[in-house]
């Protein structure tokens, strides 16, 4: 099975600052690869699908970028409406399945 | 607009079950993929288990296999997951979410607001 790890698991930044996240696979995922966003009590929303595709109505300050086993997520200028957890997921089709990262924890300073 | 109501979450004894419902609206919900994916309290997100847009074929997650059963009623529009020989470990949030495709997982994109399922004596 595919592993996911992240890091850092949480952080504390200041509005404005650039904060970037990475995900790590445990074997090569090429690109199949999204992020979400949960705030506290209510379900995670997608922000990236395939590594580096922005959902639609995302505000573009957030990124994501790698391919294989390394990837980068990036929040260019933090807004306090950007505290929440943010995962990594990892799908797989042979046979179907999904693996989340541990989560990363933002919070502003 | 999209619209994914989890309910039949609840209090219930270790080794009993449990049928949660996902009903939807807002899309045509005989044409996606749909899943369960479940958030123990205060911990990440685990996947649970998918089923095709017909429901020809279903797949779940090693820690439920043989007690989870994902199954889907698209006259209703409506997502079930059947829960059986449950364990204190299986306490969490289940959420189901639409995927983009129909019969292969690609992302998540509507989530329900989640439902509550706590296995205690």
């Known amino acids: 099975d595919i592993q996911m790890t992240q890091s850092p698991s949480s952080l504390s930044a200041s509005v404005g600052d650039r904060v970037t996240i990475t995900c790590q696979a445990s074997?090569?995922?090429?690109?199949?690869l999204n992020w979400y966003q949960q705030k506290p009590g209510k379900a995670p929303k997608l922000l990236i699908y395939d590594a580096s595709n922005l959902e639609t109505g995302v505000p573009s300050r957030f990124s994501g970028s790698g391919s294989g086993t390394h990837f980068t997520f990036t929040i260019s200028s933090l807004q306090p409406e950007d505290i929440a957890t943010y995962y990594c997921q990892q799908y797989d089709n042979v046979p179907p399945r999904v693996t989340f990262g541990p989560g990363t924890k933002v919070d502003i300073k | 607009q999209v619209q994914l109501v989890e309910s039949g979450g609840g209090v219930v004894q270790p080794g009993r079950s449990l049928r949660l419902s996902c009903g939807t609206s807002?899309?045509?919900?005989?044409?996606?993929?749909m899943h369960w994916v479940r958030q123990a309290p205060g911990k990440g997100l685990e996947w649970v288990a998918i089923i095709w847009y017909d429901g020809s074929e279903a797949y779940s997650a090693d820690s439920v296999k043989g007690r989870f059963t994902i199954s889907r009623d698209n006259s209703k529009d409506t997502l079930f997951l059947q829960m059986n020989s449950l364990r204190a470990e299986d306490t969490a949030v289940y959420y189901c979410?639409?995927?983009?495709?129909?019969?292969?997982?690609?992302?998540?994109?509507?989530w329900g607001q989640g439902t509550l399922v706590t296995v205690s004596s």
């Open positions: 807002g899309f045509n919900f005989s044409s996606y993929a």
């Open positions: 074997q090569d995922i090429t690109s199949y």
């Open positions: 979410a639409r995927d983009l495709a129909a019969r292969r997982t690609y992302f998540f994109d509507s």
